[in-house]
């Protein structure tokens, strides 16, 4: 049966979508943290043309095809661009406690599966038990938004969450209308539009890109 | 046809003036694209007044009824005032060097953008595209908040940025829960995430998926209504962000968000209708979202020494107020928080148009820098001392009759939420009034502002806060009263 080989591979993808998500968080290089991110969008835009095929749920084509411009060939490009230009490409960001990082993220998992678990039983998609592999991406870039000090590694984990998200809907209910997901990707594209200049500006003013100089406002 | 203009105008706006730069009569050409969207909102509203509700576009791209077109209405009112005062404020601003054509370029441009994206936001029938347009609303804001480049604006603009991000994104999730919900019901597809059809059909959704789908929507949405705990965007961005900014802001933005809010709710309580006696499951996290936010924020008021600062504590109480008010449900009360809504957004802009002038006259936004107004430019002075009068719930100004009616629900209703609400009122009234007293009335030797302020915004919201105050028209009663009926009254 086809349906079965396509799932197979599937969740041979999903599960390489949340091994990724586990080496952006231990990657300290802002270089590896785009080719990683590159990586997890082709993941994502792989999966959801197989779908697409598999199922016969063509407008998928279409949100495989978004994910592939902007994701996988246009924002890692940007972002590439961007460390050039800005100089930052040798930061290496100086966490600490990897290890610790990667337990909580283990937490995280299993939490995510718990949850995803009753939408699951109730989805009748093909590919419903990777949506808790879609909630765990979600929470693990959330997770790196956290632990980053730096802009760009932040705006990836970000953008991270925007593909776990995506896969979300795409494994609950085989994607959103057209017009939302067409949206949603304008808005992605305008919105590290808007970051690149905000990039240059903080640039400009702190003199880096580290975030810890963003500590002022707070309430006394 | 109305529609399309309401929308377009802003957009083409935002186009033009982009390309337009910062020519001599940037300002004035702002404010004519804004007059021109206040008259296709007009023109929107009386055809909603004499036609009722309709459904437009498409397979029902837009949807407007009284709820939304009220919302329309005052969005493009007080966009349009708002760049009246932007223009002699930004003129100021020139002077003083803390911009440059460049940037009052991007600031017109965004602007006029920022206003398209929340109209669309309103008028959208698709849940999802409702999304979109709020994301949309808040990158236009972005580069507007960091438009100083200091380093404390470009700070306030990140975490505008990326809490604001992060919100919307859990709000994301909250749509791809309702549109799972709903392909059930109504097949995958375009029409599944309309408004309309869904509240067509909301008491067959399933209410487990419902019922998460809204905790993700109420936290996403909530963190742009600046409902505590995920407020702490919301005093920096306003304090930081041009005056014209933190207006439109403070009086449009969170009301937009809190739509979004409202309209998710009706589909909740919708499908959990049958399940639940008394206050619905939606209700009481709002009820509970708007009462920490209330008491919260009043007594971080006290602590501020910030004017605009202070000021958008104040927004986060009201919001809280409105949020309490919505989560209550019941004809009385939403209809108070529709009044509430409306008030606040006059009020509140109208402050922030006099607070803009008084810390350009001071050159600081320390409260303790700014004294004497009344001295030196009298009516600066007034409009700051009637404007907080207002917001503060002093009879006969309107934000009283609202904030009477919400008290006087909770009382009956939900009695040990009034002690709470009562002492935030009080708390936040002694320290705003506290700190506003002195500003209006101490000593000073400041000079007076090198241009003629625009102050006419100013006492044109605060008269029509004291009218609606001693006497709502009866069609404008009509007209909350159905918004009030839409939302489950």
């Keep these: ?220 | 046809m109305e529609i399309y203009c309401l929308l377009g105008i802003p957009l083409s706006g935002g186009l033009f003036l982009g390309l337009w730069g910062n020519r001599r009569n940037a300002p004035e050409i702002n404010a004519l694209f804004s007059f021109l969207t206040l008259v296709a909102a007009v023109a929107l509203t009386a055809r909603i007044i004499a036609h009722g509700p309709m459904v437009v576009a498409g397979e029902g791209w837009f949807f407007i009824d009284p709820f939304n077109v009220f919302l329309v209405a005052l969005t493009a009112f007080v966009a349009f005032t708002t760049s009246l005062f932007s223009r002699p404020y930004m003129r100021i601003e020139k002077e003083h060097g803390r911009l440059n054509d460049k940037r009052l370029r991007l600031y017109h441009s965004s602007y006029q953008v920022f206003i398209a994206a929340m109209l669309l936001a309103l008028t959208t029938n698709n849940m999802g595209i409702l999304w979109v347009s709020m994301e949309a609303a808040t990158l236009a804001t972005v580069l507007l908040v960091s438009l100083y480049r200091t380093p404390a604006s470009l700070e306030a603009a990140w975490k505008y940025f990326i809490l604001c991000g992060v919100g919307i994104a859990q709000a994301l999730f909250g749509t791809i829960l309702l549109y799972f919900a709903a392909e059930k019901v109504l097949g995958s597809g375009g029409t599944a995430l309309l408004w309309t059809h869904l509240n067509a059909v909301k008491a067959q959704l399933e209410p487990t998926v419902l019922q998460l789908a809204f905790v993700f929507l109420l936290v996403g949405y909530g963190t742009k209504v600046g409902l505590a705990p995920l407020h702490s965007w919301l005093p920096d961005a306003h304090a930081e962000g041009p005056t014209p900014v933190s207006a439109v802001l403070s009086g449009l933005l969170l009301n937009v968000a809190l739509y979004a809010v409202m309209r998710s709710k009706v589909l909740v309580d919708g499908a959990l209708g049958s399940q639940v006696e008394g206050v619905s499951m939606a209700g009481g996290l709002m009820m509970g979202f708007g009462l920490l936010s209330v008491v919260v924020a009043a007594f971080l008021i006290k602590r501020q020494t910030d004017v605009k600062r202070m000021f958008a504590y104040s927004s986060i109480e009201h919001m809280g107020l409105v949020t309490f008010a919505f989560g209550m449900g019941g004809p009385v009360a939403s209809f108070a928080g529709l009044l509430h809504m409306t008030m606040h957004s006059l009020t509140k802009s109208a402050i922030f148009f006099a607070v803009g002038h008084a810390t350009q006259k001071a050159g600081t936004q320390l409260m303790d820098g700014i004294r004497g107004l009344i001295k030196t430019s009298p009516t600066i002075g007034w409009g700051l001392m009637l404007g907080t009068i207002a917001i503060l719930g002093v009879p006969p100004f309107g934000v009283f009759a609202s904030e009477f009616l919400i008290i006087t629900t909770a009382m009956h209703e939900h009695a040990w939420a009034t002690p709470f609400l009562l002492l935030a009122l009080g708390v936040a009234f002694a320290s705003i009034f506290g700190r506003v007293q002195p500003m209006v009335f101490g000593e000073t030797e400041l000079p007076a502002l090198p241009h003629q302020p625009a102050l006419v915004p100013v006492f044109l919201h605060l008269g029509l806060v004291l009218m609606l105050g001693l006497f709502i028209p009866p069609y404008l009663a009509q007209w909350y009263r159905q918004a009030a009926a839409l939302l489950g009254g």
């Design chain 1, 1 to 220: 049966m086809p349906l079965t080989y396509n799932l197979q591979v599937i969740n041979l993808l999903a599960a390489l979508l949340l091994l990724i998500s586990f080496a952006m968080l231990s990657q300290r290089r802002i270089a590896g943290l785009i080719t990683l991110f590159a990586w997890q969008g082709a993941a994502l835009s792989a999966s959801t043309a197989i779908v697409a095929w598999s199922t016969g749920q063509h407008h998928l084509y279409w949100s495989a095809g978004i994910t592939l411009v902007l994701k996988v060939i246009a924002m890692p490009w940007f972002f590439y661009r961007l460390i050039k230009k800005l100089n930052v490409d040798r930061d290496v960001e100086p966490m600490i406690n990897i290890p610790t990082t990667m337990l909580i993220g283990i937490a995280l998992v299993i939490f995510a599966f718990n949850l995803a678990l009753p939408i699951s039983q109730m989805s009748g998609t093909v590919m419903r038990s990777t949506l808790g592999i879609a909630m765990a991406t979600v929470l693990l870039a959330f997770l790196m938004m956290i632990t980053r000090s730096k802009a760009i590694p932040q705006v990836i984990g970000f953008l991270a969450m925007e593909n776990g998200l995506f896969f979300a809907a795409t494994s609950a209910t085989y994607g959103m209308p057209l017009v939302v997901e067409m949206g949603v990707a304008l808005d992605v594209l305008v919105g590290v539009f808007v970051l690149g200049i905000f990039f240059f500006q903080i640039r400009e003013t702190f003199d880096s890109l580290d975030l810890k100089h963003m500590e002022k406002l707070k309430e006394r």
